[in-house]
């Protein structure tokens, strides 16, 4: 048990982290995340409300640091790190690590992507220093998470997210001793993140992130400047913690960093929509393949943890949009069990408004169970009542994605290809494919921008 403060030790790995300690099975997760993170934000780009931020963004700022994947948009590093935060995570298909709730790559890398875009003319970052730095920061974002033992309170894939990108950039900058100390506590003067846009069903929630990924990297910029910020950024009485989560054990979670990499713990999400629906979309699926079908089905019950009801119980309602659609259980699970599947195309207005869908969707009933855990997202039951008077029934302990129920490297790749046909820029099946080459050897890459050279026009 080290003397040094758990809020000390946090910075001391941000320093001392490098890829040697990184596990064969960490690196792997890495890459794989890294190539998951890309395809999503490059279909992201093409979704609700992406144009609406791009200008936005434009009215802000003008630059050529950077670029916006997926299309021609070149920008400042921070324009470019929120543009692309935001379309990695507007369309609910970010991976997620699930005992933090957090979505750590979604801030992480295009941060970290956008600063290594805009130091490359004094600096080629290499892909090995990258899978390091991305790393590093979902160690730092996700032990905030599983730190807390409070119900979710504040957004915290933004809240804790910035402290993660703040710590990746860091780690390529060299920052240690009281400029790191103090770009970890910028970013806790720029931290926010409210549940507000979740309970109204709208994009704010992926403009967040977008604001966390930018914040991370303007916390190290101004640290870098000399510009102090609050040491005792964590657990300090108007630190994060203490204002954010209320209620933590921390100093277990930082020893935990002694032997796992959390990269390893993070989450694929297989479809477009809220990780808290992929448990009973998963049953539901399992229940088709069994002959559970529309029109044999009399109602169907969730049994779900209080945060799945919370996150994804709401009704589903034939004046809901898009945002509100893709954290309704109700209506993601209509989908697949009429389906067999959940496509991004989806949440096309005329679907959401699809008198079948809705009319199976409320045979569907969110019942929360007895679950102690406030940031549960499993196990969860599945039970079919069948017109006959029959009943079926699934139990799902752990969800599809998750480490332990991961896709398979064929699902994973099915993922990426099919984002990447839905991204704004017409750009080759060729093109895909190097970038999959790309990231499966990213710890030889000897510069990080041949990797987005392949990711636009």
């Avoid at 200008?55 to 050529?64: F, I, N």
């Avoid at 809240?159 to 100390?181: M, N």
């Avoid at 507000?196 to 991370?216: I, K, M, W, Y």
């Avoid at 990447?420 to 093109?431: E, H, T, V």
Wanted: charged share 20%; hydrophobic share 40%.
């Amino acid at each position: 048990m080290s003397d040094l403060t758990p809020t000390a030790r946090l910075e001391g790995h941000i320093v001392e982290n490098s890829f040697d300690d990184l596990s064969p099975q960490a690196v792997l997760a890495v890459k794989t995340f890294v190539l998951d993170t890309l395809g999503v934000a490059m279909s992201g780009a093409n979704a609700a409300f992406a144009d609406e931020v791009r200008e936005g963004l434009s009215k802000w700022s003008a630059g050529d640091e950077a670029r916006v994947l997926g299309t021609d948009l070149r920008t400042t590093a921070g324009s470019a790190a929120m543009m692309n935060a935001f379309n990695a995570h507007c369309q609910e298909y970010d991976c997620v690590h699930e005992g933090a709730v957090v979505h750590p790559l979604a801030t992480i890398q295009p941060a970290t992507l956008a600063w290594c875009e805009r130091e490359s003319a004094s600096r080629k970052v290499t892909g090995r220093e990258l899978i390091e730095a991305l790393a590093t920061g979902v160690d730092i974002s996700t032990t905030i998470g599983v730190s807390s033992n409070a119900t979710l309170k504040f957004f915290r894939p933004a809240t804790a997210g910035v402290f993660g990108t703040a710590a990746a950039i860091a780690k390529l900058s060299g920052l240690r001793g009281e400029p790191l100390s103090s770009a970890m506590g910028l970013a806790l003067a720029q931290c926010s993140g409210t549940m507000q846009p979740h309970d109204e069903g709208l994009c704010t929630l992926a403009v967040q992130v977008g604001f966390g990924a930018r914040s991370g990297l303007q916390a190290v910029d101004m640290a870098m400047t000399g510009v102090p910020g609050p040491k005792d950024w964590l657990e300090g009485p108007h630190g994060y913690l203490k204002l954010f989560e209320g209620d933590w054990t921390l100093e277990p979670r930082v020893d935990e960093l002694d032997t796992v990499s959390r990269i390893t713990e993070v989450s694929h999400k297989p479809f477009p929509s809220g990780r808290a629906t992929h448990g009973g979309v998963d049953g539901l699926l399992q229940l088709r393949a069994i002959g559970v079908r529309e029109e044999n089905v009399e109602k169907i019950e969730i049994h779900v943890p209080p945060l799945i009801e919370k996150l994804v119980g709401r009704p589903v309602n034939d004046t809901m949009g898009v945002n509100y659609a893709r954290l309704c259980l109700q209506y993601v699970g209509a989908i697949a069990l009429i389906d067999g599947t959940i496509e991004v195309t989806d949440y096309a207005f005329d679907r959401i408004r699809n008198k079948r869908l809705q009319a199976l969707a409320e045979r569907i009933h969110i019942v929360v169970d007895d679950n102690p855990d406030p940031n549960a997202l499993s196990p969860q039951r599945v039970v079919a009542h069948l017109v006959t008077g029959e009943t079926r029934e699934v139990v799902i302990a752990n969800t599809l994605g998750s480490p332990a129920n991961p896709l398979t490297r064929d699902q994973h790749l099915d993922k990426f290809r099919r984002n990447w046909k839905f991204a704004p820029a017409s750009l080759s099946a060729d093109r895909c494919e190097r970038v999959i080459e790309t990231v499966d050897h990213l710890e030889a890459l000897d510069d990080v921008t041949r990797l987005i050279d392949l990711l636009v026009p």
